[in-house]
C-alpha cells in the first residue's frame, strides 16, 4: 500500500511548478531594490530573487571594454517564470546593470555607431537620456527592464497596483491613454492595458530614484526602473 501511495506522489510532482498559478513580479520588492544601487551583484541578485518567481540568473559575463576599470560596474541577466514542457522559452526575461561616471565620459567620447558600444548598451542597459538625467552628485546609474509576455508563467501585474506603489514612492505619476483612443493611433492596449509613468522619485543621502514606467500592451508587459548613487559606496 506504501509503494502505491509513494508511486502517487511521484506521478504529482512533476505537475507541482507546472500547475501552479503564476504571480506577478513583486512590484514593491522590486522598488525596494531600486532604492539601494550601492549593492553588490550578489546582494542585488538576492533582492531579485525574492521579487521574481522561479528566479533563475545566467553566468556573468566579460566586463564591456568601455566599462573595464569601473568600480561600480555589475551586469545581471535572468529568466524567471513559470517553466513549460513544450518550450525551454523564459516566461520572463530580466536585464539589471550598474555603471559609474568613468564608463559614462567613455562613452560621450565614443560615437554610437562604434562596434565596441553595441555589446555595452545592451549587457548595461543603456538608456537614451541617462546622460542628460545624470544629477551632478551622482557616481553610478542603475537600470532594471523586465519584461514578459506569457500570462500562463507570469501574471500581469494589475493596474490598481502598479498606480499605488508608484503614487506612494513618486511624486508625478501619469498615465497615457489608449494609443487607439488619439487619433491617428494604432497600437491597442489590449483588456486591462496601461501606459504609466513616474517621476522625481525617493531621494536620500545615498541615492535618488528618478524614473519609473511601466505598461502592459496587449499581451507584453514592461517595468523600466532608473535610479542613481550619490556621493559613493560600490
Given at each position: ?32 531594490a531600486?532604492a ?5 551583484r ?21 566586463v ?17 517564470g ?11 526575461v ?23 558600444v553595441?555589446?555595452?548598451m ?14 551632478e552628485?551622482?557616481?553610478a ?25 508608484l ?11 489608449d ?22 522619485g525617493?531621494a ?31
Open positions: 500500500m506504501l509503494r502505491h501511495a509513494f508511486v502517487a506522489l511521484l506521478a504529482l510532482m512533476p505537475c507541482a511548478p507546472l500547475c501552479a498559478d503564476p504571480a506577478p513580479p513583486d512590484l514593491a520588492r522590486l522598488l525596494d531600486m539601494a544601487p550601492y549593492l553588490h550578489a546582494a542585488f541578485l538576492d533582492h531579485l530573487e525574492a521579487a521574481l518567481g522561479q528566479f533563475q540568473p545566467t553566468l556573468a559575463q566579460a564591456p571594454s568601455p566599462a573595464e576599470g569601473d568600480g561600480y560596474f555589475w551586469a545581471i541577466e535572468a529568466r524567471f513559470l517553466p513549460m514542457e513544450e518550450t525551454r522559452a523564459p516566461g520572463g530580466v536585464t539589471c546593470a550598474r555603471y559609474g561616471r568613468i564608463t559614462l565620459e567613455r562613452l560621450q567620447l565614443v560615437p554610437s555607431s562604434d562596434p565596441q553595441f555589446p555595452m545592451r549587457q548595461a542597459a543603456i538608456l537614451h537620456d541617462d546622460a542628460s538625467a545624470w544629477p552628485q551622482a557616481v546609474r542603475l537600470v532594471c527592464l523586465i519584461t514578459w509576455d506569457d500570462a500562463r508563467r507570469v501574471a500581469p501585474l494589475d493596474r490598481h497596483v502598479v498606480l499605488a506603489q503614487s506612494s514612492r513618486f511624486a508625478a505619476v501619469s498615465e497615457d491613454p494609443p487607439a483612443e488619439v487619433p491617428g493611433g494604432v497600437r491597442v492596449f489590449g483588456p486591462g492595458g496601461y501606459l504609466i509613468e513616474a517621476l522625481t525617493p536620500t543621502l545615498t541615492h535618488v530614484m528618478d524614473r519609473a514606467g511601466i505598461s502592459q500592451t496587449g499581451t507584453h508587459q514592461l517595468i523600466l526602473l532608473r535610479s542613481y548613487l550619490l556621493g559613493g559606496g560600490a
